[in-house]
């Protein structure tokens, strides 16, 4: 089973906690996690000051700075891992770094992700970006409590409904087929209410249920683009079918 972890760091983080996330613990973890066959993909972000949001209500491009919600902690990474279960992918968090200085959202991809297949470096001339689809999932989750077996058929005849957002999945894949070799990978996620988050209170690893903030919009999936330059992405990311009804998040990944 695949799980996302979603890197959320708070920037008031003490002096002792970051000095605990250093660059060798985090190469230690990234060393540990290889050689067990458990990390897919990963990558730090560059910070919240080069994020811009993309939306296209009415098919009008609005794309403004700054990440899609405003909160205390803010996505600073991603891994992909492929656990047995959900108590194995949130040990895997608890052992990172991160956990220090902030807390990881672990939540599952939904089912039939493939491995994904990065090369180690960009192509020359290229960047590459992580762009979050989030959109307004609270009427898709209401239905899915309701009526678990009818959301799944509908979910297999390929249709997914959140509020403000209407998608299917064949939308996506006339998506996936514009981008090209521009979109590496992507994947749709388990909904948010299926997430556990990680972090450290007084050195201690505490996990809750739900994703690492509480807000209107929620992360639903993500690509990762490799685009000419970030007006090339905001082109792609306009193009998306969530789009019209929801928000896309860019952000550049920060050089290993």
């Known amino acids: 089973m695949k799980y996302l972890m979603l890197h959320s760091v708070d920037h008031g983080s003490s002096p002792e906690a970051e000095a ?15 050689a067990r066959g ?3 993909d990963g990558s730090k972000l560059q910070p919240i000051s080069d994020a811009t949001t993309v939306r296209a209500p009415e098919g009008r491009t609005v794309v403004t700075d700054g990440p899609f919600a405003e909160t205390k902690e803010q996505v600073a990474g991603y891994d992909v891992i492929d656990c047995p279960d959900l108590d194995s992918a949130v040990a895997v968090a608890a052992a990172h770094p991160t956990t220090h200085i902030g807390s990881i959202e672990v939540r599952a991809f939904a089912p039939g992700m493939p491995d994904p297949v990065v090369p180690a470096a960009p192509a020359p001339g290229k960047y590459r970006y992580l762009m979050l689809v989030c959109a307004d ?3 898709a989750m209401a239905a899915a409590a309701a009526d678990p ?5 509908d979910r297999e005849r390929e249709t997914t409904a959140g509020a403000g957002v209407e998608e299917t999945n064949d939308d996506v894949d006339v998506w996936i087929e514009n981008a090209g070799s521009r979109r590496l990978y992507g994947w749709e996620l ?9 972090r450290r209170v007084d050195d201690r690893v505490v996990t809750t249920d739900g994703p690492f903030a509480e807000t209107k919009e929620q992360i639903a999936g993500y690509d990762l683009l490799e685009c000419d330059d970030l ?12 789009a ?10 920060r050089a290993s």
């Open 38 to 40: 458990l990390l897919l």
């Open 231 to 242: 007006d090339d992405a905001i082109a792609i990311a306009t193009s998306h079918p969530v």
């Open 244 to 253: 019209g009804g929801g928000v896309l998040e860019l952000r550049p990944l």
């Open 149 to 153: 077996e009818g959301f799944a058929a």
């Open 137 to 139: 999932l609270r009427r």
């Open 20 to 34: 605990r996330a250093t660059p060798e613990a985090l190469d230690a973890w990234i060393t540990e996690m290889t």
């Open 190 to 198: 388990e909904f948010p209410d299926r997430a556990v988050t990680v």
